[in-house]
């Protein structure tokens, strides 16, 4: 079978509060949707912007993450697989598709508490839990200078 890849990346803004769950398995499921946006110019030469919204799901560690540190609006940098579930609706009994982002690596880029425009998590959080790369508070040689002194 030829290679293929599933893999997509996002940066956007967090459109409500995470939506938590647990599976029959006792597994802990987030379900949020996210914005990214686009600027383009019309025909008429104006600027224009399209948002576009993606359903995203994350388990497990994941999961907690997104319950204990994301609300909406809050700036997030994914990575995760495309997914289409299917399932017959109750009303109507025809066949209902969503197609989601399952979220494998969250980046947090907001605080989640609002408070000193610091990120909640300097940390990569991969699907089994673990921080990839965290960064420890530095204070660069001694000097007496911190993280909240750097301008960017």
């Given at each position: 079978?030829?290679?293929?890849?599933?893999?997509?990346?996002?940066?956007?803004?967090?459109?409500?509060?995470?939506?938590i769950r647990s599976?029959?398995?006792?597994?802990?499921?987030?379900?949020?949707?996210?914005?990214?946006?686009?600027?383009?110019?019309?025909?008429?030469?104006?600027?224009?912007?399209?948002?576009?919204?993606?359903?995203?799901?994350?388990?497990?560690?994941?999961?907690?993450?997104?319950?204990?540190?994301?609300?909406?609006?809050?700036?997030?940098?994914?990575?995760?697989?495309?997914?289409?579930?299917?399932?017959?609706?109750?009303?109507?009994?025809?066949?209902?598709?969503?197609?989601?982002?399952?979220?494998?690596?969250?980046?947090?880029?907001?605080?989640?508490?609002?408070?000193?425009?610091?990120?909640?998590?300097?940390?990569?959080?991969?699907?089994?839990?673990?921080?990839?790369?965290?960064?420890?508070?530095?204070?660069?040689?001694?000097?007496?200078?911190?993280?909240?002194?750097?301008?960017?």
């Amino acid at each position: 079978m030829a290679k293929s890849v599933n893999k997509v990346i996002l940066l956007g803004n967090v459109g409500k509060d995470p939506e938590i769950r647990s599976t029959t398995g006792g597994t802990l499921v987030a379900s949020l949707s996210l914005a990214t946006s686009e600027r383009y110019k019309d025909k008429g030469g104006e600027w224009q912007e399209r948002t576009e919204w993606h359903n995203l799901v994350s388990y497990a560690r994941g999961a907690e993450i997104l319950r204990d540190c994301v609300k909406k609006g809050a700036k997030l940098f994914v990575e995760g697989r495309i997914t289409t579930r299917s399932w017959d609706d109750k009303e109507t009994g025809k066949k209902a598709y969503r197609t989601e982002i399952v979220v494998s690596e969250i980046s947090l880029l907001s605080p989640a508490d609002g408070s000193n425009g610091r990120p909640a998590s300097s940390g990569r959080a991969s699907k089994n839990g673990t921080n990839r790369t965290s960064e420890p508070e530095n204070d660069f040689g001694g000097v007496g200078i911190t993280d909240d002194d750097i301008p960017f």
